[in-house]
């Protein structure tokens, strides 16, 4: 006989498609460094399964999930509980479970701001620009505002997309918003401080960048990607030519992830390893 337990707790990833999606790599990487008997298990989940994979976190008494592409804005109607920011995003990344009950939140916009004040980046007053308005954007813009930047321009291609995120920002938030549509090269504003892509422009395999004229750029703005694959996207290489701090995706993909593995766990994750873990997932 022997008292050891062999189970294990279970955290989910539901999404499609996810096939290549590395975030398991990163929270293994935790769960090993502090000797947590966790996994993590990336699960294709069709829309028209949804709900039953909900029902599944609490069947199989399970921890938490991650949620992606298409699912995280659906996945609200399913949860019991749902935070204030991640009903305001109208989005949800994260899930976990506490007395059966399933809690949803967001911490991609959490993990964007975590990332930029620990590259030493004041927001308060700030005037920032960003490019798209999915559910990257909603989740980046909603923690700026409530980190205190002072104005934002929404600039996005599709017009009803980009309205109703600024129309989001003006009424919830104290920020002033303003749609900016996005039809030829954008000029950035001059007094802009901040300009972040929150599009999939520049996600591997594609080699393009954002429609922007990069001689507006000044050395004195931040230019930030969400994109996180590859780390140098063209869209920062071009900022940093003009002489921009820049500061990556992948950073906020590691902070995002450290913050569920708080909510799960309950302990404090290591950002090292499992930064580590990850620049040697995307090394190979
Ligand atoms: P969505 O599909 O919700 O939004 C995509 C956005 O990109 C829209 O604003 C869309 O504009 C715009 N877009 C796409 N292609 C073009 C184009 N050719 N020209 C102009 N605009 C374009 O995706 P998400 O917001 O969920 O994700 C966006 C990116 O952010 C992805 O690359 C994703 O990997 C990354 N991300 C990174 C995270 C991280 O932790 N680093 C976390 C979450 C996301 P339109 O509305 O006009 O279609």
């Excluded at 990487?29 to 599944?56: Q, S, W």
């Excluded at 990556?248 to 450290?258: D, I, K, R, S, Y």
Aim: proline share 4%; aromatic share 6%.
């Amino acid at each position: 006989m022997t008292n050891k337990c062999y189970r294990s707790e279970l955290i989910a990833l539901f999404g499609n498609p996810v096939d290549e999606n590395a975030t398991v790599v990163i929270q293994e990487a935790a769960f090993a460094a502090l000797g947590l008997n966790y996994r993590y298990i990336t699960a294709k989940v069709l829309p028209e399964d949804l709900e039953i994979a909900v029902k599944a976190l609490k069947a199989l008494n399970m921890k938490g999930a991650n949620v992606t592409t298409p699912h995280k804005v659906e996945i609200l109607k399913y949860l019991d509980h749902i935070s204030d920011t991640a009903a305001l995003m109208g989005a949800v990344n994260t899930i976990y479970l506490k007395d059966g009950e399933t809690y949803g939140d967001n911490t991609d916009g959490k993990g964007f701001i975590t990332s930029v004040l620990g590259a030493g980046i004041k927001l308060v007053g700030r005037r920032v620009v960003i490019l798209g308005a999915g559910g990257a954007a909603r989740a980046m813009t909603v923690e700026l505002a409530k980190a205190g930047v002072k104005h934002i321009n929404i600039v996005n291609r599709s017009e009803a997309r980009g309205k109703a995120l600024t129309a989001l920002l003006n009424e919830k938030t104290p920020t002033e918003a303003e749609y900016v549509p996005w039809a030829g090269t954008y000029a950035i504003p001059q007094d802009a401080d901040i300009v972040v892509n929150a599009t999939s422009i520049g996600m591997y395999p594609s080699p393009d960048k954002p429609d922007i004229d990069y001689s507006t750029l000044q050395s004195r703005m931040v230019v930030c990607d969400g994109v996180h694959n590859p780390r140098q996207t063209p869209f920062l290489i071009e900022a940093a030519k003009m002489g921009c701090k820049t500061l990556e995706g992948f950073g906020m993909l590691v902070n995002q992830g450290a913050i569920g593995f708080k909510l799960w766990t309950g302990r404090n994750a290591p950002v090292e390893v499992m930064t580590e873990a990850l620049e040697k997932e995307f090394e190979v």
